[in-house]
Structures are given as C-alpha cells and as structure tokens.
C-alpha cells in the first residue's frame, strides 16, 4: 500500500529535492506547475498529503479554494514552503505543517515524516483487519465465553459466538495475535450486536505498551496488501 502526494510547484531545484525525500518516506510524488491545473486534478482524485509553494503566483487563490471546498478531505495534510513570512500568513493558509526555501534537507525531512505520520495515523484508526483466530470472553459473574475473532482495529474487535451478550455488561477479552508473542488481554464494551450471533466490542482499556504492538501489526498487516 502506497502513499501519494502532490507539489503544486516550478521552482524545478525544490521540486527534486522533495521528491528525493518523498521518495525516501516512500510517498509517490505528483508535480503540477499550475495551481488551475492543481486545483482540477484534485477534484477528480485523492491526493494523502498536498505541498504548495506560496511563491507561485495563483496559490494564494488555491488555498482559498481549498478551505472553502468540502470534497477537499480535512485529514489530508498540507504542507506549505515559501520564502519568509510571518507566522500569521502562514496560519491563514490552513497548512498543518510549513517550511521555508531555500529548503533545508533536515528541517524538510522532520517535516514531511511528521505528515507521513499523521497520514498513517488517519487511516490506521479506520482500518479492520480481517482476522480468524479463537478469542475468550470473560463476562462479569460468568464463566469464560470461546468466541471466533472475525476482525480487529486499533478501537475493538468484532466477534462472533454463540450465545447472546448483554450489551450493558463489560467484558474481558482474550486472543493471541497472528504471527507474534502478543496475547491481547484488554476490558471492553459491547457497542453492537445482531440476531446472527456478531457483536462488536469496543476496547477501552488497553495498556500503552500493547497499544503499540497492535498499531504496529495493524500497520504491517494494512502495507503489506
């Protein structure tokens, strides 16, 4: 799975620099020379991380377009790089992340590693993994529940068994993670169930370090599709 990115720039030096780094954080790069050109691409694909040069005449225009545009998603990042400005006109942009030229390799490297990461953060948080491995369900007052684990985000799991749950009772679960040493042990909610036997259990106690082994599976496992 492959990020992509835009540079609505011609300062053609610029340009290969940050496709050089782009490169590096493996995010594919698409250069448009004209914010008209820019603008009208986007409205016809999606685009995860946007970066505007603000030296190039008609961006200004462009940038008032996208805020005003509600196609244009909110979780993209927009990364802005010009000359120097004050921090004001830098804000009125709407850009998450800046920088100035001539560009710094290492200023620019922090930057967009942190764009990369808000990208993955954003569409890490929404994925459900398919899974199918026994999980164990510990009720309150009763006995331990096998259920079979159908899938699994950073949020919950859904499972299905066969027997009703009570969706006002918290519940403990139990799995081992695919391929890892991992075993998941994590207090949770019903959020959901339906008349097939599916639930769906929403996490909301999960300790810090396995928060992290299970982002990181779920990042191996959506990248590596």
Same mark, same amino acid.
């Given at each position: 799975?492959?990020?992509?990115?835009?540079?609505?720039?011609?300062?053609?030096?610029?340009?290969?620099?940050?496709?050089?780094?782009?490169?590096?954080?493996?995010?594919?790069?698409?250069? $448009?020379?004209?914010?008209?050109?820019? =603008? +009208?691409?986007?409205?016809? @694909?999606?685009?995860?991380? &946007? /970066?505007? *040069?603000?030296?190039?005449?008609?961006?200004?225009?462009?940038l008032r377009h996208l805020q005003r545009d509600s196609h244009f998603p909110l979780n993209v990042p927009l990364v802005v790089m010009s000359g120097p400005r004050d921090r004001h006109a830098i804000d009125a942009t709407g850009?998450?992340?800046?920088? $100035?030229?001539?560009?710094?390799?290492? =200023? +620019?490297?922090?930057?967009? @590693?942190?764009?990369?990461? &808000? /990208?993955? *953060?954003?569409?890490?948080?929404?994925?459900?993994?398919?899974?199918?491995?026994?999980?164990?369900?510990?009720?309150?007052?009763?006995?331990?529940?096998?259920?079979?684990?159908?899938?699994?985000?950073?949020?919950?799991?859904?499972?299905?068994?066969?027997?009703?749950?009570?969706?006002?009772?918290?519940?403990?679960?139990s799995f081992k993670l695919p391929g890892t040493r991992y075993t998941v042990k994590a207090q949770g909610e019903i959020a959901w169930t339906d008349k097939l036997g599916n639930a769906g259990i929403r996490f909301v106690d999960?300790?810090?370090?396995?928060?992290?082994?299970?982002?990181?599976?779920?990042?191996?496992?959506?990248?590596?599709?």
């Amino acid at each position: 799975m492959t990020l992509s990115s835009m540079v609505v720039s011609r300062d053609w030096q610029e340009v290969s620099v940050l496709e050089c780094i782009l490169g590096g954080l493996l995010i594919n790069v698409d250069v $448009e020379s004209q914010p008209e050109r820019a =603008q +009208a691409k986007l409205a016809t @694909s999606k685009v995860d991380a &946007l /970066i505007v *040069d603000c030296d190039l005449s008609g961006t200004d225009r462009f940038l008032r377009h996208l805020q005003r545009d509600s196609h244009f998603p909110l979780n993209v990042p927009l990364v802005v790089m010009s000359g120097p400005r004050d921090r004001h006109a830098i804000d009125a942009t709407g850009a998450l992340f800046s920088f $100035e030229k001539p560009i710094s390799v290492e =200023q +620019a490297v922090r930057t967009l @590693s942190a764009a990369r990461n &808000l /990208i993955l *953060d954003g569409r890490l948080r929404y994925h459900r993994q398919s899974v199918a491995v026994p999980v164990a369900l510990h009720c309150r007052n009763r006995k331990r529940v096998q259920a079979e684990l159908l899938n699994l985000s950073q949020g919950g799991i859904g499972v299905h068994l066969e027997r009703d749950l009570d969706v006002r009772e918290s519940i403990q679960v139990s799995f081992k993670l695919p391929g890892t040493r991992y075993t998941v042990k994590a207090q949770g909610e019903i959020a959901w169930t339906d008349k097939l036997g599916n639930a769906g259990i929403r996490f909301v106690d999960v300790p810090a370090r396995l928060q992290k082994g299970l982002r990181l599976w779920l990042a191996q496992q959506y990248f590596g599709q």
